[in-house]
């Protein structure tokens, strides 16, 4: 066994332990509505097509975006919101994070995409096209290792580096991601963190993409303006 599939190996069995506790804390936290109105005769007004958390002060000039490359709402959505978040005025930043499912799945996406990062720099866009188009498109298993190989040769990247920067992952370093997951409360993806506060998907505006990122932008200009 090569050391490329055993470090594999290790990270899925530490971080299977680490995800499912972290994703039952964030199913605990998730609120509950009684249906039929407030108690009181009057019913619930109309959701709001965003929430808000309890304030993740290092994140104040950040977006982070929530999702899964087995996700075919995140496909969808990937592009648009890259060049949406490639548009966000300084200071601000963005970062794509893969999710970690309660039951392990999403390890291997995870995993490759950290090392993806650390191994492509500014061909992660093209390695993020390339990995819907394999494990969406073409069907491929992403516990596979020749399924990441070939993603990175489509990415125009060097698989030596991918395979070095995925054996050089600590399993810290991968469980760091569902403490995000925990801060926002992500229960589905593609999900958007705006300014360590305000929390929307697609699902609030019905899945209209040109809505969804004009609120994206207005949530954006409202932490602003709060600055």
Known sequence: MSK????RSCITAVL???????LHVVAKAQPSMAMGGDGKGQPYPPPMPYREVAEV?????VVRIFF??????CRTFHTPLR???NSLPAPWRYEFVPILLADGTGIHEAAGYLAAQKALGP???????????AIQGEGRSPRAPETWRGIVNAAGGSVLAFEEAWESLSPAEVAELP??????AVDATPTVAIAGKFVLTPDGVQGDEALF??????LVSRAMGHA
Do not use: V
């Not at 490329?4 to 470090?7: A, S």
């Not at 299977?16 to 972290?22: E, K, Q």
């Open 83 to 85: 060049q949406w978040a």
């Open 123 to 133: 061909a992660i866009a093209r390695f993020e096209d390339a990995a819907y188009r």
């Open 4 to 7: 490329f599939k055993m470090r």
């Open 213 to 218: 990122l004009q609120l994206c932008s207005g």
């Open 179 to 184: 403490r995000s997951m925990i801060a926002y």
């Open 16 to 22: 299977a332990l680490a995800t499912t506790s972290a």
């Open 68 to 73: 899964s490359f087995s996700c075919p709402f």
């Open 57 to 61: 002060e290092a994140d104040q000039r």
